[in-house]
């Protein structure tokens, strides 16, 4: 247990559906991240919040639209999204102002688009 | 943002010293070096950090020379578990509107 907490773990969806991913961390960090990993790619990153304000969107399509209500949850929503969306989607938080310590993620949700 | 260079893929054999090189030529002042580890399905673990010389930690040894343009992970004794992606990142960790990139990573594999 990494103190980033992802559910669900794994997510089948079909293409009109409208599904919510996680994230809860109970590090005392201030900045949350979400990333895609798609098979032998590289991680991407998607969206920053930094103290809850939404720092950088990294040209993600509106089908995905994240949510951070606090420094300590983060969502991420989906709608209408495409089978090419499928892919490993995790959670990272950080402690910003200090730079040290790095990220920490979360196990991640797999998920499915059919 | 610091670019980062590694090699695609190492072999090693169970007890052997691994050591991963990272170029980053265009670190700047204010960057940190952070190696992480991934297994297949899981978010990746933060090994070890470091700004300049040498950190040492339980699991790891980070080497960086004084112009800081590359790094060195070195894993010791390596076993079957230490199979893995290893990713080098350097950025600025301290201003979390940076949007550190991650690069392709090493993939490790420990034969016994």
């Known amino acids: 247990e990494t103190g980033v907490t992802q559910t669900p773990r794994h997510l089948v969806m079909g293409m009109t559906n409208k599904k919510s991913l996680k994230c809860e961390q109970h590090l005392g960090h201030n900045a949350m991240y979400w990333y895609k990993q798609s098979a032998k790619k590289p991680l991407e990153l998607m969206f920053v919040?930094?103290?809850?304000?939404?720092?950088e969107n990294n040209s993600v399509p509106s089908r995905f639209s994240p949510e951070c209500p606090n420094s300590s949850h983060l969502f991420l929503h989906l709608h209408t999204l495409q089978p090419e969306d499928s892919a490993l989607y995790l959670c990272?938080?950080?402690?910003?102002?200090?730079?040290?310590?790095?990220?920490?993620f979360g196990s991640g949700t797999r998920l499915t688009v059919v | 943002l610091a670019k980062t260079t590694q090699p695609i893929s190492m072999d090693s054999y169970e007890g052997q010293e691994v050591n991963i090189t990272c170029s980053h030529n265009?670190?700047?002042?204010?960057?940190?070096i952070t190696w992480y580890q991934q297994f297949p399905s899981q978010g990746p673990r933060f090994i070890i950090q470091?700004?300049?010389t040498k950190v040492t930690n339980e699991v790891a040894s980070l080497f960086i020379p004084a112009d800081r343009k590359s790094s060195t992970l070195s894993l010791p004794r390596v076993s079957l578990s230490d199979t893995a992606v290893y990713y080098c990142l350097v950025g600025d960790m301290g201003n979390a509107g940076n949007m550190l990139t991650f690069g392709g990573g090493t993939r490790l594999m420990v034969k016994p």
């Open positions: 265009n670190i700047a002042t204010n960057d940190y």
């Open positions: 470091g700004y300049k």
């Open positions: 990272a938080s950080s402690h910003e102002g200090t730079g040290d310590g790095g990220y920490t």
């Open positions: 919040y930094n103290f809850k304000e939404q720092t």
